[in-house]
């Protein structure tokens, strides 16, 4: 049988990684981390609030985002506004394959994929459900560390924007998607930031 | 109130599952891993700080030219057209998105920046032995900046850029690539080579009373 630090009252400082010996703490009484007087907690304070206001957050911000044109391209005058996804059906029309499953990876799957493995997270921790705890914490752990990609539409439509913007001949023109889409990029990041991934392993020390 | 007492270093705690785990100094060979959920609880410090110094000082030298010079050109009907990191702030300033102007310039610019400053600032401070008051708040900064910083995905919208543009014009890549190349690298091995938990033990044992 494995004993969690907590079961022993002892708490890790989530900055610099210390373990302290937390006193019971009366209501509103804080404790500090000894080495770096950062806040001490067991857990991260209304984790699971917090994850489920960033996720819904985003995932309402999803729909203006697919929906609404990121990126125009005007050349000599003409040029209709794209979603992300008909950005992906040109870029694999025009025989640019690996491009377009960059772009679809980056600004579709990525997104969908974390929002979706956060609510499967929150439901495991908030239902108990019996899934495995190890493949939990990988899915926790992917989405941290694919989160970052989705910025690459929105460092694209920078570049672009900057490149291509030569008067008559071609401009590129950024659409009202890209802030809601910005949006969606650092909402996930937040709620993957808040959820505790040891409330998972919790649920066996009950 | 109550205050948090020490514990011993040979006991650790898993940061994914909380699984306590004691530690025998002597394996501290490579790389320490939880034995539940194969999170990464320690790795080698070899001559780290050294790199993660040289790696930061060159960043930072590299840093105003890669963020000026143009990375792209493009060529269009005798046209000219051509882009920079800065450039690509200001513009989109320009054009009404300022959140998404903002959002960039924090995750090309100043991340970048701010982690490598604090990198060597804090290496450097361990190096002659020098603990300035707010040693802690500047470890705890750069890894949030060493978290925001996305270069690494800039460079990947670069060459997606590039090869969109490919059809349209003549794009050429310029010295601010060459600049932004060598800056990514820097970033890579001033994050992969500092030792956290040891500057951590450097001020708590060093630390002005």
Partial sequence: MSISAQQR?????????????????????????????????????????????????????????????????????????????????????????????????????????????????????????????????????????????????????????????????????????????????????????????????????? | MAEPSHIPHEFTACPDCDLLLQTAQSDHTLEGRCPRCKAVLWHAAKHTDTVSFAAAISGLILFYPAMTLPILKLKMVGQHGSNSLLGGIYRMWLEQEQILAVLIMLCSLLAPLLHLLLTAVVCFSVRFNHYPRHFPLWIKYKCLMQNWNMLEVYAMGVIVAYVKMMHDGEVTVSAGTYCLSALLLCVILCSQYFHEEQAWQHWEKNKPA
């Fill in chain 1, 9 to 206: 009252g002892i708490a890790r400082c989530t900055e610099c990684g210390k373990l302290s010996h937390l006193p019971e703490l009366g209501h509103d009484a804080t404790a500090a981390c000894p080495r770096c007087n950062t806040a001490l907690n067991f857990r991260k304070p209304q984790s699971l609030q917090r994850s489920w206001a960033y996720t819904i957050a985003a995932t309402a911000l999803m729909i203006p985002a697919n929906i609404l044109p990121i990126l125009t391209v005007i050349s000599f005058g003409q040029g209709d506004p794209d979603t992300i996804m008909s950005g992906v059906v040109k870029l694999w029309v025009a025989d640019l394959q690996a491009i377009a499953v960059i772009v679809f990876i980056a600004s579709i799957a990525v997104p969908v994929l974390k929002l979706v493995i956060l609510v499967i997270l929150m439901l495991v921790v908030q239902c108990q459900l019996p899934l495995s705890r190890q493949q939990c914490t990988i899915l926790y752990r992917f989405i941290h560390f694919i989160g970052r990609w989705s910025m690459l539409d929105l460092f694209m439509i920078s570049i672009l924007v900057t490149l291509v913007h030569l008067g008559n001949i071609a401009t590129v023109e950024s659409g009202p998607a890209a802030t809601a889409f910005a949006a969606v990029v650092v909402l996930t990041l937040f709620a993957a930031n808040s959820f505790d991934p040891r409330l998972i392993w919790d649920l066996d020390n009950d």
